[in-house]
Structure formats: structure tokens, C-alpha cells
């Protein structure tokens, strides 16, 4: 797959994102790898993450990922990738850390939230992971996982009508899908 004629204007970031949206993954890696270290800024490791942790190589990603943080420290998504993959590797302190990062970075961003009630979930704290799949149901109410986790929260919590109104409302979007 070629890059369409603007691809000369474009720089090489926007040319490995592009090649990396095509799914041509080679290329988006040697674009990359041809973008000298001191110039690579935070989207390039990341995407150099998300290249590896696509790969199955999550060690290898979760080092581009605290380099694109290292470039900036403002820039959510390489802390919500950490995240995801701590979760993922059964370690819910270190994605809680992270994804409180990201809350405070993105305080709009209901996925975050999402997944720290998922990582209370997996520590047995119901109270904490109702509270963030609230928040999440608060900012992205028709996101069906977001209202089933929040009725599994509240049936445990035993609350049964609000357990029972996120549930219907978890149905009736799955119905929708």
C-alpha cells in the first residue's frame, strides 16, 4: 500500500500513523525506526508501542510507552496503554496508578474509568469499582459493559433496583447493537 501523493509534505510521525492506520505495519516500523532517537516525540513511542504490544510484546512496549512519557508527561494515552496492559497482566495496583494518572490528565475520558472499576473488580473492592463505573456510566452512558459492570457492582452492594434499572438499560442497548 502506498501513501498518497502528499506524503511528501507529510512528516515522517504522520507518515508512519498513516502506514500504521493502513495496517501496513512494516512500513509504519521503518518509517519509525528511521526517525533519529532525539527527535522521536511522544505519539512516535508511542506508536512504537502499540506497534509491539500488537505483537504480543508487552515488555518491550511497556519501555515505549514510559519513553513517549518520559518526552511528555502531559500526554495521556501512554498511561492508559501502561494501564491496560498491568490489567492485563493481573498487576491492578500499577493500572490503578496509572489510570489515576489519566484521570487526572483526561478527566473526560470514561474508558479509564471503566477499567480502574475493573481493576477494583479483580482487588474485591466493590464500593471503589461501583464509584468508577459510575463515573464512566456518568460520561458514556451507552457503552453496554460500562451498565452491565455497574448492575454486577450494584447486585453485589446488594442494591437490587439499581442493580435492575442498569441492567434493562445494559439489555436494551445490546438489543439496539
Not at 501512554?78 to 498487576?91: D, F, K, M, V
Request: charged share 25%; aromatic share 14%.
Amino acid at each position: 500500500m502506498s501513501l498518497p501523493l502528499a506524503a511528501e509534505e507529510m512528516t515522517k510521525s504522520q507518515q508512519a500513523v498513516a502506514y500504521y492506520n493502513d495496517n501496513n505495519i512494516e512500513q509504519a516500523i521503518k518509517i519509525l525506526q528511521s526517525i533519529p532517537e532525539d527527535e522521536k516525540n511522544a505519539e512516535d513511542w508511542l506508536l512504537m508501542g502499540n506497534l509491539l504490544q500488537d505483537n504480543d510484546q508487552n515488555a518491550e512496549a511497556v519501555f515505549m510507552y514510559k519513553r513517549s512519557i518520559l518526552t511528555d508527561k502531559k500526554y495521556y494515552k501512554p498511561y492508559y496503554n501502561l494501564a491496560n496492559i498491568y490489567l492485563s497482566e493481573e498487576r491492578p495496583l500499577m493500572a490503578i496508578d496509572n489510570y489515576k494518572t489519566v484521570t487526572h490528565l483526561k478527566p473526560d475520558f470514561p474508558y479509564a474509568y471503566y477499567n480502574m472499576g475493573c481493576a477494583y473488580l479483580r482487588l474485591g473492592d466493590i464500593k471503589k469499582a461501583k464509584k468508577y463505573f459510575a463515573k464512566a456510566v456518568e460520561l458514556k452512558n451507552t457503552e453496554p459493559d460500562f451498565q452491565y459492570n455497574l448492575a454486577y457492582c450494584y447486585k453485589k452492594l446488594n442494591k437490587p433496583k439499581q442493580a435492575s434499572k442498569h441492567l434493562e438499560f445494559y439489555n436494551k442497548l445490546i438489543e439496539t447493537n
